[in-house]
């Protein structure tokens, strides 16, 4: 167990239908992490957030946003969704802003019909 | 640009008998490594890092992998497959993105089985 929680674990949803998936990073860590993992991109970075600030942007579409929160857990809003949308959806958190090892969690498994 | 190459999309050994898994690394700079395990429908964990300190790098589980500098690699090897590791095994290379970002790069991913 990493320390990171994700909810839900399992999210079934249609297209064109809006969704948030949060995390909770480990306790005392700044910095949130969202990675796509999907067949046919592989694992994919998609923005990091430290301490409420938003501080890299990876291949995240524009019908997804995040934010991180004053008590530091994260929410992953993606919106307008497309079948291709359907992934496993990664939160990693490290220990300071720059900390290249990350601690992942769970992961929040969606599927868009 | 930092990546990472995985050259085995399958590895397949018997229970007891050495693990190799092939990575290679193109960076710009020193780089840091990781390998991590996804068992099936899990999360994430990693298993060891390369920082530079020591080229010879132990993780968890009885895993290690050498970084050689020369021929760019950073291969996972285990002296005895167990069962317990059939998993998926990714290579990954930190980025830097600008500032006090670190983005992890992924490679492609290993799929290990291991036969009775």
């Known amino acids: 167990d990493s320390g990171v929680t994700q909810t839900p674990k399992h999210l079934i949803t249609a297209t064109g239908q809006r969704v948030t998936l949060r995390c909770s990073p480990r306790?005392?860590?700044?910095?949130v992490y969202w990675y796509q993992q999907s067949l046919d991109q592989g694992l994919q970075f998609l923005i990091q957030?430290?301490?409420?600030?938003?501080?890299a942007k990876g291949n995240i579409l524009e019908r997804f946003s995040a934010q991180q929160f004053p008590d530091l857990h994260s929410e992953l809003n993606l919106s307008s969704l497309e079948l291709g949308d359907s992934a496993l959806y990664f939160c990693?958190?490290?220990?300071?802003?720059?900390?290249?090892?990350?601690?992942f969690g769970p992961g929040t498994r969606l599927t868009v019909l | 640009a930092q990546s990472v190459t995985q050259l085995d999309s399958h590895v397949s050994v018997s229970e007891g008998t050495p693990v190799l898994l092939r990575c290679n690394y193109s960076?710009?700079?020193?780089?840091?490594l990781f390998w991590y395990v996804q068992h099936p429908n899990k999360g994430l964990q990693l298993l060891l890092k390369y920082t530079s300190a020591a080229t010879l790098v132990k993780g968890i589980n009885g895993f290690e992998a050498e970084f050689k500098k020369s021929e760019t690699s950073f291969h996972l090897t285990k002296p005895s497959a167990h069962m317990s590791d059939a998993a998926e095994y990714f290579c990954v290379v930190s980025d830097r993105v600008g500032g006090a970002t670190n983005k992890l790069i992924f490679g492609t991913g290993t799929l290990l089985a291991v036969q009775p």
């Open positions: 306790s005392g860590d700044l910095s």
């Open positions: 957030y430290y301490n409420g600030e938003e501080r």
């Open positions: 990693a958190s490290s220990p300071i802003p720059g900390g290249d090892t990350q601690y």
């Open positions: 960076s710009s700079y020193s780089p840091s």
